[in-house]
């Protein structure tokens, strides 16, 4: 509910952006195994909004639409439980289940993982997680398989102590449909604009074989691992000057200021130019704002083929947002995807994840520097 509650807000200032406006979802093809549709067309057809979402003013506490919208996503989370073949609300989370799908006998089995004694009263919990096939639990025969929705409390999962939280579908060799979507979702690039400015940042700014060094301090997983990193770093840092040929180009994926590098290894680095060649990208740069304004232009999330049917309605209007929204991570990552001297990573992040992938992927290999 709290998720549904802020995309309202961002509607109603106006930042709203889909993830189909910065993710390639063209790049699978006009596949019919795949339908989506923009949550303003969701929201307004299943709410009984006779409103455009894309553009509608700024709404104050009380108004009636307002007030609507947000009952309707107390119905569509499952907060009000199972409304008759409507919605089927799902109880289970992250603690109790771990969804499967044709993994051979394991539907209702124990999961490896279970929480022991200390965990038990550290978090005052006592549960057993078991594996779940989601297709013997949630399809044909099933008591969900009437619903027109299914809702999900969530849908977030990473692996865990040896375990997958949540959803642990990684292949389905038995049914090749399945199979061959998670083949092609396994990588999405970013949209064109994106990708673009990414490697329009390494060929004009930098215009050399570079080293990125991921090192964001707001990232979950940093304050884990920050020793390791900033140690990597400088071995690969030193490798690299030693060899030559120098100065050594590095891009810093970081949100910490070039102002407060004073005093720290970075700032050891900037100090020697002659060796070292450092760059950044900040979210007022040129060309993340010339960027950004492209993506929100082009609009992909609304275009034909990425929402139902209007029933008649017209297709929704773009509709110029008064603030833009933060694209700067995503050029980030299509610019350490293109670093061919390496990468520095953050141990355990999904962001470095997605780079690896971007960069095991070859996004950048026509790049020549």
């Known amino acids: 509910m709290s ?216 990232d979950g997983q940093f304050k884990n691992h920050w020793k390791a990193t900033f140690s990597g770093l400088k071995q690969k840092v030193e490798s690299l000057r030693q060899k030559g040929p120098l100065p050594v180009h590095i891009f810093i994926m970081t949100d910490l200021p070039e102002a407060n590098w004073t005093g720290s290894y970075l700032g050891d680095l900037a100090r020697d130019s002659d060796s070292y060649r450092l760059y950044t990208l900040q979210i007022g740069n040129e060309l993340v704002q010339q960027t950004v304004e492209k993506v929100m232009a082009a609009g992909h999330g609304m275009k034909p083929g990425f929402h139902a049917s209007l029933g008649g309605r017209s297709a929704m209007k773009k509709c110029s947002p008064s603030t833009l929204p933060d694209i700067l991570l995503y050029v980030e990552e299509t610019i350490c995807s293109c670093a061919s001297l390496g990468f520095i990573e953050t141990a355990g992040s999904t962001i470095a994840e997605n780079i690896q992938l971007m960069r095991k992927k070859g996004i950048c290999s026509s790049l020549s520097l």
Not at 85 to 103: K, P
Not at 110 to 135: A, G, M, N, T
Not at 148 to 158: C, D, P, Q, R
Not at 192 to 198: D, N, T
């Open 3 to 218: 998720v549904w509650n802020h995309i309202i807000e961002l509607l109603r200032s106006h930042r709203y952006v889909s993830i189909a406006d910065i993710v390639d979802f063209a790049s699978l093809g006009s596949s019919s195994m795949i339908k989506t549709i923009d949550f303003r067309v969701f929201a307004s057809l299943w709410c009984g909004l006779n409103v455009d979402l894309s553009c509608f003013t700024v709404l104050k506490e009380g108004d009636p639409l307002l007030d609507n919208l947000k009952k309707c996503g107390s119905l569509l989370s499952g907060m009000d439980g199972n409304i008759n073949n409507c919605i089927y609300a799902l109880n289970e989370d992250c603690r109790t289940t771990v969804w499967t799908y044709q993994e051979n006998d394991e539907h209702e089995v124990l999961d490896s993982f279970q929480p022991d004694e200390q965990l038990q009263k550290k978090k005052k919990i006592f549960y057993i997680r078991r594996r779940r096939d989601v297709y013997k639990a949630l399809g044909p025969g099933s008591k969900a398989a009437s619903a027109t929705v299914l809702a999900f409390g969530s849908l977030f999962t990473a692996p865990y102590k040896g375990s997958q939280l949540y959803i642990d579908i990684h292949e389905a060799r038995r049914d090749h449909r399945i199979q061959y979507l998670l083949q092609k979702i396994e990588f999405l690039p970013f949209v064109p604009e994106i990708m673009s400015a990414g490697k329009q940042f390494v060929i004009e700014r930098i215009k050399a074989p570079f080293l990125c060094a991921q090192l964001r301090l707001l």
